[in-house]
C-alpha cells in the first residue's frame, strides 16, 4: 500500500494515499471541485481552468487536478475569489459555446449548463465567435457537432486509453479541434462505436443518434439495468422518454468515467429495432408459419408435456428469478429433464466458483481468450484489462494464438495453455533462482510468469471456460480463478439451477426428449433434434425458426430481476419500459400452463435467489482426465459472440 | 563519487516502446516532407503502420507544427510576416498586394503549384519590418508594395 498524506480541505482532515490529486482527495470527504475536463483514472491536464483552487503558502490559485496532495497543505475550494476566476472562465468558454441551450438536447446532463447556473453567468460578456463546425459523417451510431465543443479533451483521452485512438486533437490555437485525420469518417478510422466519446462529452458536441429529436434528457427516467448481449453483463443505465427506450449508457457514471459499454450494448437496442419482434405466438403447420392466440398456443404445448417425456432448457440470456421459476414449474410439474444452456460450454464447478472483482486485480493471468473490441469478442473486458493496465496492474496471457492484448503484457507465452499451466504451476510454488529470469527459453519466460504471481498481492486468473480446471491445478487455492461465460447470466443459471440433472442440456438438444422448451434467446447455430420444439424468446431468429411453437418474450428493460454476472457479482435489472401487449412473461406462461396441467406452483421468494447465488464451493485440484469437456468447440463459441458483430457493420453501410 | 548502474526507475516509465516511436514522428516527418514537399496523405498511412501508431497520433502531431503541409506546395513559398511590428509597419497591404497579383489567397497554392502564399507569426527581425521571406532563404525587408509588385513577379513570371 502507498503511503497516506494528511491534509486539510475546506476544514475537513483528509487522509490519502500519495500521489492523489486534489479533486480526488475532496472527493473522499464529499467535496465537490467543480471541474470539466478531468477525467477518473487518467491524469490530469488542467485544460478547462475550472477546478482552480487556493492553498494556503501559494501566490495563486492552481487546478485540482493537476495538483497532487502534499502533507499539511491547507487547501479553500470556495471563495469569493474563486467563484469570480470560475465565472471568468466559464465567461470565455462561453464565449465560443453556441448560445443556443432553448434547442439544445442535452439539458439535464449538460455538465456547462451546470456550472453557468451554479455561477449564475447566463450569456457571456464576450461576443459569441463561431469555432468548430458541424461534421458530415453518416452513421446510425455518433453524431459530432464541433460547434458546441469546449476542448475538454475527455473523447480524446478515453479513445486513446481504451486503446481505439479514432479521436485526436488537431490543429493549433484558434483552430485546434477534435477529429479524425484528414476529416475523414469515424468508420474509416477504425472507430468500433463503443460510445465511450459521447459517454464522456460534457456537452453537446457528440451525441447519440437514435436519442436526437427525442427531447431533452432532463425529461427522461433513467432505469439500472444490465446488458444481455454477451457474458461481460454490462451493467448499464436506460433512458426511457414517454415509455420509450431512447438512450442506453454505462451505469454508475455520476463523474463519466470508467464505465464502458459497445457498440452492441449501446446501441443494440436500436440495431435489434430492425428486427421482427414477437408481440403475438406463432406456430408452424405444415411448414408455414401462422399467428395464433394465447389459450390455443399453451393449449397443445399443455397436451405435448401432459404426454410425458419433456425437457426444460433455461437459457443464460434468463434472470435468476426466472431460472426459479422454471425450476418451480419443471418440480411442480413433474419434469424432469430440467438443463441450462450455459453446461454446453462451462462446468457447473468453474461457474459456481467464488466471486472476485479484476478492478482490485494487481496481476491478471489471461488465459486462452483474446478480448477484442476490433473483434467484438468481449469488448469490455478488453477495455477493462487495458484500464488495469494502465493504472499499473500487470498482465500475463497465455493463450495458443497471438492476442490483441499480448503487447500490453508482461509476459505472453504461446502454446497449448493446459501444457503452459502446467508448467506455470510448477514453478509457481518454487524460489526461482534470479539467473534462469534473464534466460530467453520458454522455460525462463514461464519462471518470469511464476515470479511475478508469487509477487502479486491480488492475482486473478482469469480464463476460457475450458481451461478451468487446468488453472485450478495450476494455483490451489492461491487466488481465484475466473471464467469468461458466452453467456451474459450463466453464473446464474449455474447457480439457480437445481443439480442434478437427469439428462444434461447436449442431450436435451440432441433429441433426448420427444418435447422441449426453451427459455430465452439459445446460442444460435446449434441444431436441434426434438420432435416438438418450443421457444419463448423476444425476436423471431435462431433456434425460434427451428420450433414449431414461438412464443414472445419480454427484453431486458421490461423486467426486474438479478443476473450473476462474470465476476460473479450480482447485478440488479429494474423494468423501464412496460411489457408490450401481446407479451407475456415466463412467470404468466409457466403459471398459466401449471393450471392448465391441474398444477399449484408456488413461487419461490425473492430472497431464494440471494441464497442460491451464495452456495459457491471452493474450487478443487483433479485430474485434467476427469474435467469438463465442452459441447461446442471454441471456434463455435467465439463464432457466437460474433454475430452480433453483423449487426453493428451491417447497419455502417 | 559512486554512479549508480541501475538507470532510475522513473526514467523507465517515460522510456516506453510507445513514447519513443512517438518521439520519432517528427524526424519522419520532415523526411516525407523533404521528398514529397508535402505530406502525402498515403505516406502518413504507411508511417502509422510502421510504426504501430494510429493515424491520429501521426496527424495529431503534423497539424500542430506550421512546418508541416497537408497539400502540395508551389515551387516557390512567399511568406509575409503579419507579426505586431510587420502589422504596424503596413504587412497587410503587402499581403493585398501578393493576393491580388498571384490571385491567391493567404495559405493557397495556385493549382500548376508555381507558388504558396503564406502568412508568418514573427521571423524574428522585427527592426526590419515589414518583412517578407522567399523559400525560407532570401528575407526582403522594409518592403513596399511596388516592391512586393517586383518580387511577385520574378517568382512567379506570367507571360503578358
Redesign the interface.
Known amino acids: 500500500m502507498e503511503p497516506n498524506v494528511k491534509l486539510t480541505i475546506d476544514g475537513y482532515a483528509v487522509t490519502v494515499p500519495v500521489g492523489t490529486n486534489l479533486l480526488e482527495a475532496a472527493q473522499t470527504v464529499g467535496v465537490e471541485i467543480p471541474h470539466l475536463c478531468y477525467l477518473k483514472s487518467f491524469l490530469g491536464i488542467g485544460a478547462c481552468r475550472i477546478c482552480l483552487v487556493e492553498i494556503a503558502g501559494f501566490r495563486a490559485p492552481v487546478t485540482a487536478c493537476t495538483t497532487l496532495v502534499q502533507a499539511d497543505m491547507l487547501v479553500i475550494t470556495d471563495s469569493a475569489r474563486l467563484r469570480a476566476d470560475r465565472k471568468f472562465v466559464l465567461d470565455l468558454i462561453l464565449s465560443v459555446h453556441p448560445p443556443r441551450c432553448g434547442q439544445c438536447e442535452k439539458v439535464g446532463v449538460c455538465q456547462l449548463i451546470k456550472y453557468a447556473s451554479k455561477y449564475r453567468i447566463g450569456k457571456s460578456t464576450f461576443e459569441y465567435t463561431e469555432i468548430g463546425q458541424a461534421v458530415t459523417d453518416p452513421n446510425p451510431f455518433i453524431r459530432r457537432d464541433m460547434r458546441y465543443c469546449i476542448l475538454c479533451g475527455k473523447c480524446v483521452r478515453i479513445?486513446?486509453g481504451q486503446g481505439t485512438?479514432?479521436?485526436?486533437?488537431?490543429?493549433?490555437g484558434i483552430k485546434l479541434g477534435v477529429g479524425?485525420?484528414?476529416a475523414s469518417s469515424l468508420k474509416d478510422?477504425g472507430c468500433t462505436f463503443c460510445g465511450s466519446c459521447v459517454e464522456v462529452c460534457p456537452v453537446s458536441a457528440l451525441a447519440e443518434v437514435p436519442k436526437l429529436g427525442k427531447g431533452r434528457e432532463i425529461k427522461y427516467t433513467k432505469t439500472a439495468s444490465v446488458c444481455m448481449q454477451c457474458g461481460n453483463a454490462c451493467p448499464t443505465q436506460v433512458a426511457t422518454y414517454e415509455d420509450e427506450l431512447v438512450k442506453v449508457n454505462a451505469l454508475d457514471n455520476a463523474d463519466q468515467t470508467t464505465g464502458y459499454l459497445c457498440a452492441v450494448g449501446r446501441f443494440g437496442f436500436y440495431l435489434r429495432q430492425g428486427e421482427k419482434r414477437l408481440t403475438t405466438p406463432l406456430k408452424k403447420s405444415s411448414g408455414i408459419w401462422q399467428e395464433t392466440d394465447w389459450t390455443e398456443a399453451l393449449t397443445i404445448i399443455s397436451q405435448r408435456f401432459k404426454k410425458g417425456n419433456s425437457g426444460l432448457i433455461a437459457t443464460g440470456t434468463i434472470l435468476n428469478q426466472e431460472v426459479l421459476d422454471l425450476a418451480t414449474f419443471a418440480q411442480a410439474t413433474q419434469i424432469s429433464n430440467l438443463a441450462g444452456t450455459p453446461a454446453l460450454y462451462a462446468s457447473n464447478e468453474a461457474l459456481r466458483a467464488p466471486a472476485a472483482q479484476l478492478e482490485q486485480a494487481d496481476l491478471i493471468i489471461l488465459v486462452g481468450l483474446n478480448p477484442s473490441q476490433q473483434q467484438r469478442v468481449f469488448p469490455a473486458l478488453d477495455a477493462v484489462i487495458k484500464s488495469r493496465v494502465r493504472q499499473g496492474a500487470k498482465l500475463v496471457v497465455l493463450n495458443d494464438v497471438a492476442t490483441g492484448l499480448g503487447a500490453l503484457a508482461e509476459v505472453e507465452i504461446l502454446d497449448e495453455p493446459v501444457m503452459l499451466l502446467e508448467a506455470f504451476g510448477r514453478c509457481a510454488g518454487m524460489s526461482i533462482p534470479q539467473d534462469v529470469l534473464g534466460a530467453t527459453t520458454q522455460a525462463a519466460i514461464i519462471a518470469k510468469a511464476a515470479k511475478l504471481y508469487q509477487a502479486a498481492q491480488n492475482p486473478v486468473l482469469l480464463c476460457e471456460p475450458a481451461y478451468y480446471q487446468a488453472c485450478v491445478n495450476a494455483i490451489g487455492n492461491k487466488g481465484p480463478v475466473l471464467v469468461m461465460p458466452y453467456e451474459a447470466n450463466a453464473k446464474g443459471v449455474a447457480l439457480m439451477l437445481p443439480a442434478p440433472e437427469q439428462l444434461n442440456c447436449r442431450e436435451l438438444l440432441n433429441g433426448g426428449v420427444d418435447t422441449l422448451y426453451i427459455a430465452g434467446e439459445m446460442l444460435a447455430g446449434k441444431n436441434v433434434q426434438t420432435d416438438f420444439l418450443i421457444v419463448q424468446q423476444p425476436y423471431f431468429n435462431g433456434v425460434a425458426l427451428q420450433a414449431d411453437i414461438v412464443l414472445p418474450a419480454p427484453l431486458p428493460w421490461e423486467k426486474t430481476g438479478t443476473v450473476v454476472d462474470w465476476q460473479g457479482q450480482l447485478k440488479n435489472l429494474q423494468q423501464a419500459c412496460p411489457v408490450p401487449p401481446g407479451v407475456k412473461t415466463y412467470r404468466q406462461v409457466f403459471s398459466e400452463l401449471g393450471q392448465m396441467l391441474g398444477c399449484r406452483l408456488e413461487w419461490t421468494a425473492e430472497d431464494a435467489v440471494i441464497a442460491a447465488a451464495q452456495l459457491r464451493p471452493e474450487p478443487v485440484v483433479r485430474e485434467l482426465s476427469t474435467a469438463f469437456t465442452p459441447a461446442l468447440s471454441l471456434v463455435e463459441r467465439v463464432k457466437l459472440l460474433k454475430e452480433l458483430n453483423g449487426l453493428v457493420a451491417r447497419s455502417l453501410e | 563519487m559512486e554512479i549508480k548502474s541501475e538507470i532510475d526507475s522513473n526514467v523507465l516509465t517515460v522510456l516506453t516502446d510507445e513514447q519513443k516511436k512517438k518521439a520519432m514522428i517528427i524526424q519522419a516527418l520532415f523526411v516525407i516532407q523533404k521528398e514529397h514537399n508535402y505530406l502525402p496523405?498515403e505516406q502518413?498511412k504507411q508511417l502509422s503502420e510502421r510504426l504501430e501508431l494510429?493515424?491520429?497520433?501521426?496527424?495529431?502531431t503534423a497539424?500542430?507544427?506550421?512546418q508541416f503541409y497537408?497539400q502540395p506546395r508551389g515551387k516557390n513559398v512567399v511568406c509575409v510576416c503579419v507579426g505586431t511590428a510587420c502589422h504596424v509597419s503596413g504587412a497587410p497591404e503587402i499581403l493585398e498586394t501578393f493576393e491580388k497579383t498571384f490571385d491567391l489567397k493567404a495559405g493557397e497554392t495556385d493549382p500548376d503549384l508555381n507558388v504558396t502564399l503564406e502568412t508568418v507569426g514573427c521571423v524574428g527581425c522585427c527592426g526590419l519590418a515589414p518583412v517578407v521571406t522567399v523559400n525560407e532563404a532570401e528575407i526582403l525587408g522594409e518592403i513596399t508594395t511596388a516592391e512586393a509588385e517586383k518580387v511577385a513577379g520574378k517568382v512567379w513570371p506570367k507571360e503578358a
Do not use: E
Open positions: 479513445c486513446q485512438n479514432v479521436l485526436a486533437f488537431l490543429g493549433r479524425t485525420p484528414a478510422n | 496523405a502518413l494510429s493515424t491520429a497520433d501521426i496527424y495529431s497539424s500542430f507544427y506550421k497537408m
